[in-house]
């Protein structure tokens, strides 16, 4: 193995929904020297005043750094082990050197897919399409959550630089999903967290994509629980390309009162609605666990959303004990079930302890890290899973 003498293991760029930062907390409480940076344009001081305050029990504030140009990103990219590049970044990151990338000595490039990356982007016929689909062979390897329409078209691109990974459990160290944030079973009303993106298609216009989540049908099942009976509220985020459709759906329904809109919220305010809630919503559509379902999870809260388990498999040896459904009938029957109590508080244990027990990177990631780099760092300081008795509290 080679010594390590450069500043950092771990360079992270992509800041959408704070990835950067987020990563950077988890991969810090690991052992590794991380840096995150962003453009100074794009608000890395403004991240400072909000973001970092939240992330930076490992990761350090000063760790957080700004560029100004394309030649200051290679600069300081050369001071890495490694590039953890979130939906593209590097592309963006680069500019005008990005035909230069082959000859700009940068460190080896994992590329951590989201979003619609691959279920749209990697197979679009036009040149945005073309230069990501060269960006995925250009990267010494890819992170793809596995869900149907990431296996299709990994398969249909003949890719074989990629892996499927876990999501990591970020808020270990935070005290999140231990015997107080439980879902208590509090009894009627109940609250449904629903911060996933409004996106049924309502909205497309040409050919359907493939990312929509399909929520159409939990809002129409939740109204019908409500009008025979159902004491319950469902706090909804403002976001996606068909929130004006759902809107107007919930005007139409004659219970609007029962839905309470929530406009941009920050990480931290996030993660109170997350505590607060009874369950959390995610998607319908894309059958495949993410970032809102896993850090729900280790709150230990019940989620309700559809999982395609042959998919889930590739990465996950058993299923999580979320609420799975997909049709509006099924959707409808699990709100239903909500109402039991103990129902949920089992739901919610079994999502904590699902989330401890398989919501980890360290020896995956500590391989990739050394096979792509030659280094291995002195001291993992790998953070273990906790002990499962913290859940049992709760009881």
Request: glycine share 8%; hydrophobic share 35%; charged share 25%.
């Amino acid at each position: 193995m080679k010594k390590n003498k450069k500043p950092y293991d771990i360079l992270l760029i992509g800041n959408l929904a704070s990835n950067d930062l987020m990563y950077a907390e988890y991969l810090s409480r690991l052992g590794f020297k991380c840096r995150a940076i962003r453009r100074s344009k794009n608000g890395a001081k403004s991240a400072r005043g909000e973001d970092i305050s939240f992330y930076n029990k490992h990761f350090k504030e000063n760790d957080l750094t700004e560029y100004r140009n394309p030649f200051e990103f290679v600069r300081l990219a050369r001071q890495c082990n490694l590039v953890l590049s979130f939906t593209g970044s590097l592309i963006g990151f680069l500019s005008y050197l990005w035909p230069l990338r082959r000859i700009l000595r940068l460190p080896p490039v994992i590329n951590i897919t989201t979003g619609s990356d691959i279920t749209e982007l990697a197979i679009e016929r036009s040149i945005r399409g073309y230069v990501y689909r060269r960006y995925l062979r250009f990267s010494d390897m890819n992170f793809f959550v596995a869900y149907p329409h990431s296996v299709k078209n990994i398969l249909k691109l003949r890719l074989l630089n990629f892996v499927f990974i876990k999501w990591p459990f970020y808020f270990l160290s935070r005290d999140i999903g231990t015997a107080e944030s439980l879902s208590k079973g509090r009894g009627e009303p109940i609250y449904f967290f629903h911060p996933s993106h409004l996106d049924w298609g309502a909205s497309d216009s040409g050919v359907a994509r493939n990312s929509t989540k399909g929520n159409d049908r939990f809002i129409r099942a939740f109204i019908r629980a409500v009008k025979e009976g159902l004491d319950g509220y469902c706090v909804i985020l403002d976001r996606g390309p068909d929130r004006q459709a759902a809107k107007d759906m919930i005007k139409k329904s004659g219970v609007q009162d029962r839905f309470i809109w929530e406009k941009h919220l920050t990480r931290e305010g996030l993660y109170e609605e997350f505590k607060k809630a009874d369950v959390i919503v995610d998607q319908f559509d894309v059958g495949g666990l993410g970032g809102i379902a896993f850090e729900a999870m280790s709150f230990g809260k019940p989620v309700m959303m559809y999982l395609n388990e042959p998919c889930l498999r590739l990465v996950y040896p058993v299923m999580p004990p979320i609420l799975n459904c997909y049709t509006e009938e099924e959707i409808y029957g699990q709100i239903i079930k909500c109402r039991d109590g103990n129902y949920l508080r089992v739901a919610g244990i079994g999502s904590a302890h699902w989330a401890c027990k398989y919501g980890n990177w360290d020896d995956s990631f500590c391989f990739y890290y050394t096979l792509l780099t030659g280094d291995k760092p002195q001291d993992y300081g790998w953070l273990r899973s906790p002990d499962p008795s913290l859940f049992e509290k709760g009881k």
